[in-house]
C-alpha cells in the first residue's frame, strides 16, 4: 500500500477548473415537476431584533349589530331599549339604519331613537328582576 499516490488527497483544486463550470439549479416554481408534492411559498420569518411581523388588523364592522337587528325585526320581538339617562322605552323595531332605530309601540306613538342615545337594550322577556 505505501506505492499508492497520494498526491490528490490534501490539495485545493485548482482554480482553473472551476472558472468555466456553471451552476444550474431547477426552477421549483415551474408547474412541470412531477417528482415530489407542490412546495408551498415560505411566510417571511419574523425579524431578528424581536419585531413581529405585521398582522392584518380585524374588519371594522363584523356586521353583529345588523344581524341582531334583523333577527329581532322578523320575529317581532318585544324589546325593552334603555336610555342613557335610564328611561325604559317598550316596543318592537320595525327599522333601522346607521344611525337610528324606529321602536312600534302599542301603549303610545312610535319613536325613533338615535343609537347614541341607547345605552342597552334587551328583550323583554329576559328581564332579570331582583
Same mark, same amino acid.
Given at each position: 500500500m505505501k506505492n499508492m499516490e497520494s498526491t490528490a488527497i490534501g490539495r485545493a483544486p485548482e482554480a482553473e477548473g472551476f472558472t468555466s463550470r456553471k451552476l444550474i439549479r431547477p426552477s421549483l416554481r415551474d408547474g412541470n415537476r412531477t417528482d415530489g408534492p407542490e412546495r408551498r411559498e415560505r411566510t417571511p420569518a419574523p425579524a431578528a431584533n424581536g419585531a413581529t411581523s405585521k398582522k &392584518?388588523?380585524?374588519? *371594522?364592522?363584523?356586521?353583529?349589530?345588523?344581524?341582531? !337587528?334583523?333577527?329581532?325585526?322578523?320575529?317581532?320581538t318585544p324589546m325593552v331599549v334603555v &336610555?342613557?339617562?335610564? *328611561?325604559?322605552?317598550?316596543?318592537?323595531?320595525?327599522? !333601522?339604519?346607521?344611525?337610528?332605530?324606529?321602536?312600534?309601540?302599542e301603549s303610545g306613538a312610535n319613536l325613533l331613537v338615535y343609537k347614541s342615545c341607547i345605552k342597552y337594550m334587551f328583550k323583554e322577556g329576559e328581564r332579570n328582576d331582583q
Open positions: &392584518t388588523p380585524p374588519p *371594522e364592522q363584523t356586521h353583529a349589530e345588523n344581524f341582531y !337587528y334583523q333577527k329581532q325585526m322578523q320575529a317581532k &336610555t342613557n339617562d335610564g *328611561e325604559e322605552l317598550y316596543g318592537v323595531i320595525e327599522w !333601522y339604519d346607521r344611525f337610528c332605530i324606529k321602536l312600534n309601540r
